[in-house]
């Protein structure tokens, strides 16, 4: 029997680190952004035309959707759009973890990771 093709494609920086971001709760665009700039320690600052052209990207590849709860309706603005992770979006993201995890393996077993580089440069 053949084995069915499961790969994902690798995912773009932004997009993987909106999935991360929804990995664990449904969240906002400025609740997105924050949680990008503190998952990536600072180093990677996400606009809104970045975040909003993604997560249009997102919603069509069916990697996330449109939540329609809200955390707190009386706290909370009416315009405001939650954004959740679906279950592709959590095959995609698991998929590039893993791919992650390999790469970081192949570069310990060189010990060049983490800069232990077999000769100087």
Not at 61 to 78: N, V, Y
Not at 105 to 115: D, E, L
């Amino acid at each position: 029997m053949a084995k069915k093709n499961t790969t994902h494609k690798p995912l773009t920086p932004a997009v993987f680190y909106i999935l991360l971001a929804l990995s664990t709760q449904e969240s906002h665009g400025y609740e997105i952004m924050k949680q990008v700039e503190s998952d990536s320690q600072g180093k990677v600052k996400m606009g809104p035309g970045t975040l909003y052209g993604s997560i249009g990207r997102m919603i069509k590849a069916g990697l996330i959707g449109e939540s329609d709860k809200k955390i707190d309706p009386t706290m909370d603005d009416e315009r405001r759009i939650y954004y959740k992770i679906t279950g592709l979006g959590k095959k995609a993201l698991a998929a590039e973890l893993e791919r992650y995890s390999e790469i970081l393996m192949v570069a310990q077993q060189k010990r060049i990771f983490p800069n232990t580089f077999a000769y100087d440069i």
